[in-house]
């Protein structure tokens, strides 16, 4: 990398950290403290109070993206950490689960994935873009790591409002960076013409990676409504069930030097498939492990969550380079901004469908069905052919 794309990625890979560092705070917790608030003692609402951040997001991904290409990466990426940075103060002083759900639905107006990432592309050549996008998904993966650790002594200390409190001031603090720190934005995608939106809609390929980003955040926040109450089964008690996920977290960031052999040698499709292929087996193994009658082996558990993150890191690291790579170079804004809603709507039925089939199913249901998720999404990924494509006339 140059000087400027090392300055690129490492101020637009800690903007996410740290943006991502406050809801990934409340995760491993808000299950558990929710149930203290009015309303709470209902598992599929508190699933859609988890879940709603992505709904509005969905909505919104889009549009901003679409914004990004017209009025500036810059701009529009400062005004989405001001609406987060609201509904995170908002979820700070909220007295109920509806207080809370409000709260997380404002956090998700602040859609500023697509614009983030597309800045990213912007700022690297391509044949170090996939190196950029994986030192986002690191730190984002990093951010999970110390979130897991720090959330069960944080939230004895400060409670679930004073999670949601130091959500808001990280994100100022990513305001900061967006304006101090961050490189200047290239001027040409500004000035180019104005690419139908339909050209993203037409390509193939760009629909399966879409497809592959909303199954890969369903499936995420599905397992997470099971998996917290496996390791308790297991014998851990919840404020050390970082104790597994720290490990894991770490030792899967080491593992991402073989996505980067496999671009080198030109084997992208073939690492998208084989990280399809680890969530598969790891979400059938779930399904297999709480199904049992007899208790869940910790071991067993750890061992999976290590090939969990082997797989999601490396997929958080290839789908977005392989789309900015494959969408129209006056689209790109637009064309991250889908495969952010399609995220976000992943986030949101997530959260939604794993609190209703808990509580309907119990885990071998919910797993049972992210396992036939997963299965589905390497059939339609299999004809995936990662070409570039030119600005469109």
Not at 24 to 37: G, S
Not at 231 to 237: I, K, N, P
Not at 284 to 305: C, D, E, F, N, R
Not at 365 to 384: E, M, Q
Request: glycine share 10%; proline share 5%.
């Amino acid at each position: 990398m140059t000087p400027s794309e090392r300055r690129a990625s490492v101020s637009l890979a800690l903007i996410f950290a740290l943006r991502m560092l406050g809801l990934f705070l409340v995760l491993p917790v808000f299950a558990l403290e929710a149930r203290k608030y009015p309303g709470g003692d209902d598992p599929a609402l508190v699933g859609l109070a988890m879940g709603i951040y992505g709904l509005t997001q969905a909505f919104l991904q889009l549009p901003v993206g679409l914004a990004s290409d017209r009025l500036g990466r810059k701009r529009v990426i400062v005004a989405g950490l001001l609406v987060f940075a609201a509904g995170s103060l908002l979820a700070a002083l909220a007295d109920s689960l509806a207080g809370l759900l409000a709260g997380r639905a404002l956090q998700g107006a602040g859609a500023v994935s697509a614009a983030v990432t597309a800045l990213l592309a912007d700022q690297t050549r391509e044949i170090v873009r996939t190196k950029a996008m994986a030192l986002v998904g690191i730190s984002i993966g990093l951010m999970f790591a110390i979130a897991l650790v720090a959330a069960p002594p944080l939230t004895a200390a400060i409670g679930l409002s004073g999670l949601f409190g130091l959500t808001c001031a990280l994100a100022l603090a990513g305001i900061v960076l967006v304006i101090w720190v961050v490189p200047p934005e290239p001027a040409q995608y500004q000035t180019a013409q104005r690419a139908p939106l339909s050209a993203v809609w037409r390509h193939a390929d760009l629909l399966r990676l879409n497809a592959g980003v909303f199954t890969l955040h369903t499936v995420q926040m599905a397992m997470w409504v099971a998996v917290p109450a496996m390791l308790v089964q297991a014998g851990l008690h919840k404020d050390a069930h970082w104790q597994v996920y720290l490990p894991a977290v770490v030792l899967s960031v080491v593992a991402m030097g073989g996505v980067f052999a496999m671009e080198r040698r030109g084997r992208l499709r073939a690492a998208l498939l084989l990280a399809i292929g680890l969530l598969l087996l790891v979400q059938l193994a779930l399904a297999l492990l709480s199904a049992s009658a007899a208790q869940p082996s910790l071991a067993l558990l750890g061992g999976l969550l290590f090939v969990f993150f082997c797989g999601f890191n490396a997929l958080e690291a290839t789908q977005p380079s392989l789309v900015s790579r494959m969408a129209p170079d006056n689209l790109r804004g637009a064309a991250l901004g889908v495969y952010n809603t399609l995220q976000s709507v992943g986030l949101f039925v997530g959260g939604a469908l794993g609190g209703a089939l808990a509580k309907w199913a119990g885990a071998p249901g919910l797993f049972a069905a992210t396992t036939l998720l997963v299965a589905l999404w390497l059939l339609v990924t299999w004809p995936l052919r990662p070409v570039a494509r030119a600005a469109v006339a």
